[in-house]
């Protein structure tokens, strides 16, 4: 792939382009609601790298070009700031964490996390990785149909407890758990798609149902950091780690711990188990990119499971999970508000107004992907990344903010379509139509029915 010298620099008119205007305001909150993703790529397409739309009542911005999205993530990032909305509607689940915090706690809630999160600590994650992989693949049965998106979503869940609390819940606990996020998620989804929002003290039965959900991950939280508190002892799993980590001003109280292990659990399995959603599904539509999967995991494991020594010498896997984020990046929209008046690619910003961020659109762009809308993981196996501009390829974000979980979601990803693909396909369910929902990641909408077929 090449791209041309005047490629790299935004096109962005002395007049800002876009549909504007009250008609045009409440068609653009129809379509936002119908299909964000779409919406997006149709305004990036029709429009160019610099957008202006009315949202109902509200002005908003859309850039779609890597300098532009540089400038916001990471060259001028202390401009910006997550946005009042996003905070708003995520606070009651996720309270101050990560994800959402901003200014000088985010800076020291980031610095007391960072350590988890380092390389030797996230390999020392793997092979637990792969033995939950094992045992959830114990009760599949060759020809069965199942719905490997709730599959994936039960692994990975799995998977993040027993690494953020050190060991496994109960089945019953696990099925709480994991109703409760998608209780959560599909709250959250709702209200990113509502002008106006009822406070969540309302006792509605949407407000209701939440409170329970919340409630129920509280609980597994505060049991596990009392018992940390009681015993002082760092096991090796996440929470031991953030509770043991100290600054110049102490350590994490329980509030902050218990935000930090809210959002872990909510943001470390969704996105891993939506990734290998689609990637199951991608497969399946490209027995030629199966076969040559099947061949490398043949050659380089033979019959044995997988460990994280043997991730370097896995690169078409690594390339199956890169082009499906290319796809279907779970983080499909992002965005920013500046704390002050900006000027961005010669146009000024006020303070406050919603800047959106779609690394669906950036990573469709033919201007950086040849046939951007083919599944094409050979891609990644050249020198394509040398050659891409800075942040044409973000599935994880980018800059200070860039997702602190990516190499421990990268390393999951890889590891568990290793372990599941040695030993199965998966077939899609005859007549199943099947389309992104976005809610606040990206799954597949109505789930993903397939059969399971024995290799």
């Not at 919406?39 to 202006?52: I, M, P, T, W």
């Not at 030797?120 to 992989?133: D, L, P, S």
């Not at 998608?182 to 406070?199: I, S």
């Not at 390829?393 to 421990?408: D, K, S």
């Amino acid at each position: 792939m090449t791209t041309t010298t005047s490629s790299l620099t935004p096109n962005v008119p002395a007049t800002l382009p876009g549909p504007c205007g009250v008609r045009a305001a409440w068609r653009n909150l129809r379509a936002f609601r119908a299909d964000l993703p779409g919406f997006l790529l149709h305004l990036a397409r029709e429009y160019g790298d610099f957008v202006q739309f009315d949202f109902g009542p509200f002005r908003t911005y859309f850039i779609n070009h890597p300098d532009l999205l540089h400038h916001v993530l990471v060259s001028d990032a202390s401009r910006y700031s997550k946005t009042r909305i996003t905070k708003a509607v995520l606070r009651p689940l996720l309270g101050e964490g990560l994800l959402i915090s901003d200014g000088d706690l985010w800076k020291r809630q980031r610095r007391l996390l960072q350590p988890a999160f380092h390389a030797a600590r996230i390999a020392a994650y793997a092979e637990t990785m792969v033995q939950c992989t094992l045992e959830a693949m114990h009760t599949w049965q060759p020809g069965e149909q199942r719905r490997v998106d709730h599959d994936m979503m039960t692994l990975t869940l799995e998977i993040v407890i027993r690494t953020l609390f050190g060991e496994a819940l109960s089945p019953e606990e696990r099925d709480a758990v994991g109703h409760a996020v998608d209780v959560g998620q599909r709250h959250v989804g709702a209200m990113f798609k509502t002008l106006f929002r009822l406070p969540t003290w309302l006792p509605t039965p949407a407000n209701r149902e939440l409170k329970r959900a919340v409630q129920v991950i509280d609980q597994l939280i505060a049991r596990f950091v009392a018992r940390y508190r009681q015993s002082k002892h760092d096991r090796g799993d996440l929470l031991s780690m953030m509770l043991s980590a100290v600054d110049e001003t102490g350590q994490m109280t329980d509030v902050q711990a218990r935000d930090e292990a809210f959002t872990l659990i909510v943001a470390g399995h969704e996105t891993t188990a939506n990734t290998l959603s689609w990637a199951w599904y991608l497969l399946a539509k490209h027995p030629h990119v199966e076969a040559r999967l099947h061949d490398e995991l043949d050659r380089v494991l033979g019959r044995r499971a997988p460990t994280v020594d043997d991730l370097p010498r896995l690169p078409y896997t690594e390339a199956v999970v890169k082009e499906t984020l290319r796809l279907y990046p779970a983080a499909y929209v992002t965005a920013r508000e500046p704390i002050a008046d900006v000027e961005l690619g010669g146009h000024r910003i006020p303070k406050g107004r919603t800047i959106l961020i779609a690394p669906y659109t950036v990573h469709r762009d033919p201007r950086w992907y040849e046939q951007p809308e083919t599944f094409m993981p050979e891609r990644w196996l050249g020198d394509l990344e040398k050659h891409l501009p800075r942040l044409a390829y973000l599935p994880f974000g980018a800059g200070p903010r860039v997702c602190i979980g990516n190499a421990f979601a990268m390393m999951e990803a890889r590891l568990i379509l290793a372990t599941v693909a040695q030993r199965f396909r998966f077939v899609l369910a005859p007549g199943q139509r099947v389309e992104p929902e976005p809610m606040v990641t990206l799954r597949p909408r109505g789930g993903l029915c397939m059969r399971v077929v024995a290799r």
